[in-house]
């Protein structure tokens, strides 16, 4: 399957800053990135969707101000979570869409862990 | 709200024996099936894919899907300990955002 990598895989920050997470598809080109969150104990919930060269789609609830998502190649798609808090410490995975590759199917990078203090 | 249900479980099975995992979706004009399965601490792995009624066998594994009845699972023959984990059943239309269940967490005893 389609390789898809998260960088960083773990941060702790301080309350108040910003922390930014990278997402890149290594063997495929994703028009089409996604952004989830994952709390303890609980499913993946979808934060965002990430188009190549638009603006990202929000889900309802995600505050598209405090978390920025940028698209800017079809490779890399990065998430900037600012002035984190504590309430922000989660684990964010993103996920790509291989055009080539089977209808729907997502590839999940490993995920980033993110402890805010 | 569109809605895909597992059950949380855990689902416990003797190793060699058979783990059968089940969903539900509540979106008739879904399309597109997954089972991806996610190891604490680490983020999903996809298993498998279905599109269409009937059986698909990979390996182990066996995805069935009964559209009429808007249900979706997941069979593992021959369960290994190393299969013990969180199995997420995640529904889609065409070209949308994955719908994931909560998952259901298996455990394989050796």
């Known amino acids: 399957g389609a390789v898809v990598s998260q960088h960083p895989s773990w941060v702790i920050c301080k309350s108040g800053t910003s922390v930014k997470i990278e997402c890149r598809s290594l063997d495929f080109q994703a028009t089409t990135m996604f952004w989830y969150r994952q709390f303890p104990k609980q499913s993946l919930m979808l934060m965002a969707t990430?188009?190549?060269?638009?603006?990202?789609?929000?889900e309802q609830g995600v505050e598209k101000d405090k978390f920025l998502i940028n698209h800017a190649s079809l490779t890399l798609s990065t998430l900037t979570v600012t002035s984190a808090h504590p309430e922000d410490s989660s684990f964010y995975i993103c996920?790509?869409?291989?055009?080539?590759?089977?209808?729907?199917?997502?590839?999940f990078g490993p995920g980033t862990r993110l402890t805010v203090l | 709200q569109k809605e895909v249900e597992q059950n949380s479980g855990p689902l416990s099975v003797p190793e060699g024996a058979i783990a059968s995992l089940n969903c539900t979706y509540s979106?008739?004009?879904?399309?597109?099936f997954f089972w991806y399965r996610q190891y604490s601490g680490k983020s999903p792995e996809l298993i498998m894919s279905?599109?269409?009624?009937g059986d698909k066998e990979d390996g182990r594994f066996t995805a069935q899907l009964n559209k009429a009845s808007q249900y979706v699972s997941l069979l593992i023959r021959d369960s290994q300990p190393s299969d013990s984990a969180t199995y997420l059943c995640?529904?889609?239309?065409?070209?949308?955002?994955?719908?994931f269940g909560k998952g259901t967490s298996l455990l394989v005893t050796p």
């Open positions: 979106d008739r004009g879904s399309q597109s």
């Open positions: 279905i599109y269409s009624n």
């Open positions: 995640a529904v889609t239309h065409s070209g949308y955002a994955l719908n």
């Open positions: 990430s188009n190549e060269g638009s603006k990202a789609t929000y």
């Open positions: 996920s790509a869409r291989d055009p080539q590759g089977r209808v729907d199917e997502q590839f």
